[in-house]
């Protein structure tokens, strides 16, 4: 418990310095925005930002804080274009429209925005108080984790993701070992020698991880907007007067406290983030408490429980993140890169030796938190106003983002001509039903994986036997089967239902 | 169909990773059990193993797309390639003003709107970038030989 106090104490002494407080509101708000965006979600924004946001040389606490006030921004803005357009922003924000595109239907809009953004905000507060509170423990816990140990986790962090996220399991099994495989490119580090450079100097150091994000993320983004331009324009409903009720709260807050938990532990599991959450508190919610068969037509149960458990998650992705160096999802990859590249590695170390931005990051979500309820309460109009930025703007802006950000980085024209065409390629495999972040977890996992097995097997004298020698790498092993077989248990047992 | 051709490529590609991994990639000496071709040679098995299931079981995935759609993400493709090729010679505001100008265009906005978008990528978007955050953008080579001339005579 010391830890934890003076640890929030380290941290909010950072996150309070005036210039990381401005940082915070900026992304906090400039988040909101993207989010409301249609059709752009957090992982869009912070990939497209990422660059930007290095090219600007803050230090690594100020840079990691504006990414994840705009990855949390972008979790609350999401809800917008959902109940407004009924267009969720990414996977996370589909359950959202649910019950919130017909409470504004209905000419509720208004209550249907204030009240998802109290459902949000004790969400995320919720995560981010259970984060500081397990975060240091599971992180001392870690420290004690070797090589092999290291590797049963990465094989559970991939099992996880093949079962729970994506249409189809070997589809996404295939996306992670593609960003494996693009980790392999470069020099490998133990014995220096090239592998699959072909001669190419720009390539010796291994693929830059902006390129790949922005490529991935940012650009086949835009070809997909390009692609479904000729649909009519989008309609956007009405902000009204309406306000969330204090009866809708009394309604809703044992909704909104069973999705915050179910929300932070989902997020906690490698790779599965507030799409999976926000599903399944949906469903759990349904459950228990649909009577009256009015989820679907503007429950403020169904608006408030996929809410809570998005943002929740968020910030349940973030303690594998930035205990273990392990991901939760595709934008806490993307963070993840982030620090690699300001040269720290996340892990069970950082809250030892980095205590300024471990500490000073969870700081900053308890601040970005309050600020996203202030900012939206009132804003909401303004943000809406997002919804009505026509298409045929935004879509070049993204582009002249993206290629301002790479420049600025590398400062060389071929990487342009390098997102384009790994743009083209995500765009192909979006169509195919491949999700993409599986990929960027690949990748960013992808030299740790490796080294890890190398190092176990160097300690045995190459007897793979030292895989399984641990309780806590075959418990490991055992959770990563349990995380396949369970669905596809529960799967069959509801066919059998169905057809009894 | 799509799925398996898509699978078809990438399983060659694959195969050409995988040779590489067991034929040339090696390490003059080395000291540790698993080489630096090892780990190529795991991700090229499992990698393979996934293809061909798809190849065997593809999903019933179609790009149903109208001549019109395939034409404009052709053209958009086009004009980034184009974008990024002339970012350097003609220099971040000439280069955003025509490929804003003409992407917007391509997207149906209205003529004049388009123009104006373009020009305020182009020149708010140095401005801010460069003159308010410091960040390095190309002048261009044109804009560069125009400056000079103008200091010359200015001189």
Request: one cysteine or more; proline letters at 5%.
């Amino acid at each position: 418990m010391d830890t934890v106090l003076s640890g929030l104490a380290t941290g909010f002494a950072v996150a309070l310095d005036p210039f990381n407080l401005m940082l915070v509101l900026v992304g906090c708000f400039l988040g909101t925005l993207i989010g409301a965006l249609p059709g752009l979600g957090p992982i869009n924004g912070v990939a497209i930002l990422l660059p930007i946001a290095y090219g600007l040389g803050f230090q690594p606490e100020a840079a990691l804080i504006l990414l994840a006030g705009i990855y949390y921004g972008a979790e609350y803005g999401g809800r917008i274009s959902s109940i407004l357009l009924n267009v969720p922003g990414d996977a996370g924000a589909v359950m959202t429209t649910l019950d919130g595109n017909p409470m504004a239907r209905n000419g509720e809009a208004g209550r249907a925005l204030s009240l998802s953004a109290v459902a949000s905000f004790v969400g995320g507060t919720f995560a981010v108080i259970l984060m500081s509170l397990f975060a240091p423990a599971l992180a001392k816990f870690a420290v004690t984790f070797g090589p092999a140990d290291y590797v049963a986790l990465m094989v559970f962090a991939f099992a996880s993701l093949a079962s729970l996220v994506g249409k189809s399991t070997v589809k996404t099994l295939l996306g992670a070992t593609i960003g494996l495989m693009l980790a392999t490119i470069g020099i490998d580090a133990n014995t220096g020698v090239a592998r699959y450079t072909f001669g190419i100097p720009d390539i010796l150091a291994g693929i830059d991880f902006l390129i790949v994000v922005v490529g991935l993320f940012g650009m086949a983004e835009l070809l997909s907007l390009v692609e479904h331009q000729a649909r009519g324009t989008l309609k956007s409903l009405p902000v009204d007067r309406s306000f969330v009720r204090m009866a809708d709260l009394a309604q809703t807050k044992w909704t909104i406290a069973r999705a915050s938990v179910i929300g932070f532990f989902i997020g906690i599991l490698p790779g599965t983030g507030a799409s999976v959450a926000s599903a399944v508190a949906y469903g759990t919610e349904k459950r228990i408490s649909d009577t009256h068969g009015t989820f679907g037509t503007g429950d403020v149960r169904g608006l408030a429980a996929p809410e809570a458990a998005n943002n929740a998650a968020a910030g349940g992705s973030m303690v594998p993140m930035l205990t273990l160096g392990i991901p939760g999802s595709g934008t806490t990859a993307i963070l993840l890169g982030a620090l690699l590249m300001f040269n720290i590695q996340p892990g069970p170390m950082m809250f030892a030796q980095r205590p300024e931005v471990a500490w000073g990051l969870v700081a900053s979500m308890y601040i970005g938190n309050v600020a996203l309820l202030v900012i939206n309460l009132p804003l909401v109009g303004l943000f809406a106003r997002m919804l009505t930025i026509p298409q045929h703007y935004l879509t070049p802006l993204i582009a002249v983002l993206a290629f301002i950000g790479i420049y600025t980085i590398v400062g060389n024209p071929h990487d342009l001509f390098m997102i384009t065409m790994l743009g083209v390629f995500g765009w192909f495999l979006r169509k195919l039903d491949f999700s993409l972040a599986p990929i960027i977890l690949g990748f960013v996992l992808g030299g740790l994986f490796e080294d890890n097995l190398r190092r176990a097997l160097s300690i045995s004298g190459g007897d793979w036997g030292i895989l399984v020698q641990n309780w806590k790498s075959v418990l490991l092993y055992l959770l990563a089967l349990l995380v396949v077989l369970v669905p596809v248990v529960l799967a069959r047992r509801a066919r059998k239902v169905a057809a009894a | 169909m799509t799925d398996r051709i898509f699978a078809a490529v990438l399983l060659a590609v694959t195969i050409g990773y995988a040779v590489i991994a067991f034929t040339v990639i090696s390490a003059p000496f080395q000291y540790d059990p698993l080489g630096p071709e090892s780990w190529p040679q795991i991700l090229s098995i499992v990698a393979v193993l996934c293809l061909l299931y798809i190849l065997w079981r593809p999903d019933d995935v179609t790009m149903d797309l109208t001549r019109s759609v395939w034409f404009r993400l052709g053209a958009a493709v086009a004009l980034l390639l184009a974008y990024g090729r002339l970012y350097e010679p003609l220099g971040f505001v000439i280069a955003t003003i025509l490929f804003g100008t003409i992407m917007a265009l391509m997207l149906s906005a209205p003529r004049w709107g388009a123009v104006a978008f373009g020009v305020a990528a182009g020149v708010l978007g140095w401005l801010l970038c460069v003159t308010v955050m410091d960040l390095n953008l190309p002048e261009g080579a044109v804009v560069e030989a125009l400056l000079e001339t103008f200091n010359k005579e200015g001189n």
